[in-house]
């Protein structure tokens, strides 16, 4: 964890390539894919909800889902006013919403405290409605809570890394009640599994999710892709 914040969250320098480019539009998948069988919705309603925003929500569905105890994470919009938004408005900033992601964990296997974990050591909190190439309040920094047990939890991991110097500039995360989480077109739902070969897949998801399996192994399923 207490790498150099240049090791840790180097910024891929692609222009052309973002969150909000062409790349990211309905699309059919690269390559066929074996996946594993999902949960049902009904399977889903045992376990605990967390919630997360961290840039773009291809990469932070993809961290998640490699984390043992998490058995689903979800790609969709959270933390503002409008209702039923879409992939088009909150990517080009026409709402007040975060591209986020809804975790389904089983706490037996996994904390809250170690989804805040994954949640700081997987992208830089630091970079003010900034993660890699995406640029825009869309894909700013939060923690979701959903009792003052949690919110405690955020702050006091925050005030910690702060007070260590972790990342070499102060976090710039909001830390809110969670209200409401959209879900996301369907297209956008395991869309790094889908499309590999996708330019945003391979120059921004992929390192991502390498950075934080390389830094959190402990942290993996066995089978994490």
């Known amino acids: 964890m207490k790498l150099l914040k240049s090791t840790l969250f180097a910024l891929i320098a692609l222009v052309s390539i973002s969150c909000q480019s062409k790349t990211k539009t309905q699309e059919p998948a690269s ?23 961290s840039g773009c929500f291809w990469c932070v569905e993809a961290v998640f889902e490699s984390v043992k105890g998490v058995k ?35 706490p037996k296997e996994v904390s809250f405290f170690e989804l805040v974990q994954v949640f ?7 970079t003010l409605n900034r993660q890699g190439p995406d640029r825009g309040p869309q894909y700013r920094s939060i923690a979701f809570y ?25 976090i710039v995360t909001q830390v809110e009640p969670f209200t409401k989480f959209w879900k996301a077109e369907d297209y956008h ?11 945003y897949i391979t120059n921004v998801s ?11 192994p402990k942290y993996l399923k066995e089978n994490s892709h």
Do not use: C, W
């Open 31 to 53: 390559e066929p894919m074996a996946q594993a069988e999902k949960p049902s919705e009904a399977e889903l309603q045992q376990y605990e909800t967390a919630y997360f925003a």
């Open 72 to 106: 689903e994470a979800v790609s969709g919009y959270a933390g503002g006013a409008e209702d039923n938004p879409t992939y088009e408005e909150v990517s080009y900033g026409k709402t007040t919403h975060a591209e986020a992601v809804e975790v389904y964990y089983d």
């Open 120 to 126: 700081f050591g997987s992208h830089d909190p630091t």
């Open 146 to 170: 959903k009792d003052d047990e949690q919110k405690q939890i955020i702050e006091a991991y925050m005030k910690a890394l702060d007070e260590s110097n972790v990342y070499g500039e102060p």
């Open 189 to 199: 739902q395991d869309y790094e599994k889908k499309h590999p070969n996708n330019p």
């Open 206 to 216: 992929v390192p991502r999710l390498n950075r934080f399996k390389e830094n959190f």
